[in-house]
């Protein structure tokens, strides 16, 4: 990849809400964009609702592939990980090797069913440690995404929402940040992987503040320009 090349992104869990959200905004942002699943088969099916939807907001030239969450892996730049906490850490270690020197997103929060408005965070911190300590320093593992109600990530308009960028290597974040913007919000800065704990933690509220007022609300940062 060279300095003047947009890089190419793999979304390993990408055809769920949240994974086809962000293929969606990135592929209409001029991204190659993989679509990563377990199988190839939901990998397709995801590629072409993906197509059909961007038909319909006029836009036709997209580059998007539909590949095996291994596949996708090895042939991305930067890999973005939207599965549920509880496939988290197999997904990532059927992908270790080919996550070496690349940029990992991890969307994943350790939500805990049935009670999900309820803050529990694994004893490990977050998942954002978890992913970070399964990989080691040959990875960089950037926290993200995590406070953004996925249905609002499948609108085709810009968002009023930031987004907490965590992880150890600041030149990662600052990718990460980049491709917030692409995908039309905010990113900040907001510290090491140890972060991501109180990142991960605010999903819980926010889902409970979601149900209190029958909102999709997401956070904003004040005080910067």
């Not at 998942?127 to 109600?149: K, P, T």
């Amino acid at each position: 990849m060279t300095t003047t090349q947009l890089p190419v992104l793999a979304i390993l869990g990408g055809t769920g809400d949240l994974g086809t959200g962000l293929a969606r905004r990135w592929a209409a942002a001029g991204y190659q964009v993989i679509i990563g699943s377990r199988t190839q088969d939901k990998a397709e099916t995801a590629l072409a609702d993906l197509r059909r939807v961007m038909a319909e907001r006029g836009v036709s030239s997209l580059n998007v592939q539909a590949m095996e969450n291994l596949a996708a892996a090895q042939a991305a730049d930067i890999v973005a990980l939207t599965v549920p906490f509880s496939h988290q850490s197999s997904t990532l270690e059927a992908v270790r090797e080919a996550l070496k020197g690349k940029i990992l997103i991890d969307v994943t929060v350790p939500l805990v069913p049935p009670r999900v408005a309820r803050v529990q965070l694994p004893p490990q911190g977050s998942a954002g440690q978890i992913a970070q300590s399964l990989l080691g320093e040959d990875v960089r593992v950037v926290s993200a995404f995590q406070n953004v109600a996925a249905h609002h990530l499948q609108e085709g308009r810009g968002l009023d929402c930031d987004v907490l960028v965590c992880g150890d290597s600041k030149e990662a974040r600052g990718e990460v940040v980049k491709l917030v913007e692409a995908a039309g919000m905010r990113g900040i800065h907001a510290g090491s992987i140890a972060n991501a704990a109180a990142v991960e933690a605010l999903t819980s509220v926010l889902i409970f503040i979601n149900k209190q007022y029958s909102t999709q609300a997401g956070i904003r940062v004040t005080g910067l320009e």
